[in-house]
């Protein structure tokens, strides 16, 4: 983190929370959320990946709150995420619950967002244009 911290301007404010819907509640100027995917992680970290139900219950609600805030977001807010749908599937039932959920956040993100751009080998490319599919998660079951 402190890598990031040093190459931003001075006049950028660093707040490390996992309470980022009421980051962009509060945001009284532009805002970058960096990232989804560790934003997620200690989601479920704070619920355990013991109990992937109780996980799954918790990340949705959690998700849905995001997504309410960044809809009535009345500053900028800038959304950078990982994307796992071009990766394996994962092995583990906690893998497969983090790929499902992160791949339902980033559609509903993307769905409210005015702009979404992808990141591949240092090119932006511009989804403006590109059909929205409807998400399906993969199935938990290992032989599924």
């Known amino acids: 983190m402190a890598g990031h911290v040093d190459r931003r301007p001075e006049t950028w404010r660093t707040l490390e929370t996992t309470d980022v819907a009421t980051a962009v509640d509060r945001a009284t100027g532009p ?20 109990d992937l139900d109780a996980a799954s219950a918790t990340v949705r609600r959690e998700v849905d709150r995001l997504v309410e805030s960044l809809c ?18 994962a092995t583990t039932a906690s893998g497969r619950l983090f790929q499902d959920e992160l ?10 967002a005015d702009r979404v751009h992808l990141v591949v080998a240092g090119r932006v490319l511009d989804l403006g244009d590109a059909p929205v599919v ?6 938990r079951t290992l032989d599924a």
């Open 103 to 112: 791949g339902r956040l980033n559609a509903l993100v993307s769905r409210v």
């Open 72 to 89: 009535a977001a009345t500053s900028p807010v800038v959304v950078v995420t990982n994307e796992v749908g071009w990766s394996l599937v």
């Open 134 to 139: 409807a998400w399906q998660p993969r199935s």
């Open 31 to 50: 805002l970058l959320v960096d990232c989804l995917g560790t934003w997620l992680t200690a989601v479920v970290d704070g619920t355990g990946w013991d």
